[in-house]
């Protein structure tokens, strides 16, 4: 198949670069070996929009952070995901860390992160009474945020589905080689011959740059394993709250989420497996602890599930961004944190090279703005009556947990680049995010999607091949 750009990846930069790309007159496809968009890295994560002080001035992080977060409010209303700018706050515990406090705020002057200021323990603790008694001073962010980042994913990937770009999922890249002026991908459906190759390929960016590339880069996977609490406790902190970055990051932090729960995490601990996203009981452990010294009374108890996630850490600390070793070569890898934050950024930097490259013109009729599927959880009675007598499925909950309905579910997975597995029908609507976990919900979730789709229930899968619900036994 001939198209003009090819993406390897469809996590938030993949979807982002995508979106950014489909303002073009160019033929984009973006391939993913999972079953759906934000499966890898974009899926586990803490939901920050870093407000761009940690990063170091003159990089590449530290460029792409603070335009991103810049950009993300405007893209939430021409998106519609949920997105809030509750501020960051970074703890010290001792007089004696005076200085790198300093550094921090210096940092992000440079950067050009606004409202920066250092408050006493005193100050933060009015804000954020939860804070602990041993704080000493901190650092407060007001630019800081935080977000849905699934939503982000989904929203950017529709958009630029509903705007021409192909997506290509179950779908593995195997092999990338020049060809002409061009590339041939063989991938594990259709072989691909691309002018121009996007890698946004997340802890496998190293594998595919060093398919071309002399000058070999290596992506460790790093694990971050998180919290996730119940909305009863969520609460208890309105601000994200960090303490000083140590070697491995920013540490483990305790933030809202932009649908109210609580959340920890995360730990960091590099792993040669890829695909190791298992938690363990020595990283919650190690996680709640080191949480408790920056918050009162953690609720323990009231914890509802926990994951973890894998970080792209590369070599030399950066983002590597651009066009890198053979012309046409287009590069985001080394996408750790502040990724999501950089995400919108990176996406219009990588498109406007890509296009310039190729000489596209813009398109005249570019969509810049999709609608989110409705939230009967957050509707009004007026606006909850519409939906109801449009389409009385948004009078059937399914999910009680967080009241979700057999409307939202069947929108989820009508609309572009629709669900085909229970995570995506739970990445889109929530169902299955709440307290028991999809402990009563799923099997009708299930029986939702055979529906929808026209196959048989022993098809539906959590998360793509090998992972369906039900078998069908015959007997003699």
């Known amino acids: 198949m001939k198209v003009n750009v090819l993406i390897i990846g469809a996590g938030v930069v993949g979807s982002s670069i995508a979106r950014e790309l489909s303002r073009f007159d160019l033929t984009v496809a973006v391939c993913d070996k999972a079953s759906d968009v934000c499966e890898g890295t974009s899926k586990a994560n803490s939901g920050i929009v870093h407000a761009g002080f940690d990063a170091i001035p003159g990089t590449r992080k530290a460029h792409f952070n603070v335009l991103g977060s810049r950009r993300m409010e405007s ?163 309105s601000s994200t709250i960090f303490q ?118 813009k398109k005249e009729n570019f969509k810049s703005n999709r609608k989110g599927i409705p939230n009967i959880a957050l509707a009004s009675n007026e606006e909850k009556q519409r939906l109801i007598s449009g389409n009385p499925l948004y009078a059937n909950v399914i999910c009680r947990c967080e009241l979700v309905t057999e409307g939202e579910i069947v929108d989820a997975i009508k609309r572009p680049l629709g669900a085909t597995t229970l995570d995506g029908v739970k990445r889109r609507t929530r169902a299955g995010m709440g307290r028991c976990q999809s402990g009563f919900c799923s099997p009708k979730t299930v029986e939702i999607l055979a529906r929808e789709l026209g196959v048989p229930m022993t098809e539906i899968t959590k998360h793509g091949k090998g992972s369906e619900f039900l078998s069908e036994h015959k007997s003699n």
């Open 75 to 237: 893209l939430s209303h021409e998106l519609d995901f949920p997105y809030k700018r509750n501020g960051s706050i970074v703890l010290s515990f001792s007089e004696e860390d005076h200085g790198k406090l300093e550094e921090l705020l210096k940092r992000g002057e440079k950067n050009g992160v606004e409202g920066l200021k250092i408050l006493t323990g005193d100050a933060i603790r009015e804000m954020e009474p939860a804070i602990s008694d041993d704080v000493v001073e901190a650092l407060f962010a007001p630019t800081g945020g935080i977000v849905c980042p699934f939503g982000l994913t989904i929203a950017m990937a529709e958009n630029a589905c509903v705007n021409g770009v192909k997506f290509y999922l179950n779908t593995e890249v195997m092999s990338i080689a020049k060809d002409g002026n061009g590339f041939e991908v063989t991938t594990s459906g259709e072989t691909f011959h691309a002018d121009v190759v996007v890698n946004a390929a997340g802890v496998y960016a190293d594998k595919f740059h060093n398919m071309l590339c002399e000058d070999k880069i290596k992506i460790t996977a790093r694990k971050g394993e998180y919290c996730l609490y119940d909305k009863k406790v969520g609460n208890l902190v």
């Open 244 to 361: 000083l970055p140590g070697e491995y990051g920013k540490g483990v932090l305790v933030t809202p989420t932009v649908h109210g729960n609580l959340l920890l995490g995360p730990t960091a601990v590099d792993s040669e497996d890829k695909e190791a996203v298992n938690t363990t009981e020595a990283g919650l452990e190690s996680l709640q602890k080191t949480a408790s010294h920056s918050v009162k009374t953690i609720p323990y108890r009231s914890v509802i599930t926990s994951f973890a996630g894998m970080r792209a850490h590369p070599e030399n600390d950066d983002f590597l961004v651009g066009e890198t070793c053979v012309r046409g070569f287009f590069e985001a890898a080394g996408i750790e944190s502040p990724g999501l934050s950089a995400a919108p950024a990176i996406g219009e930097y990588l498109a406007s090279e890509v296009a310039g490259y190729l000489k596209a013109p």
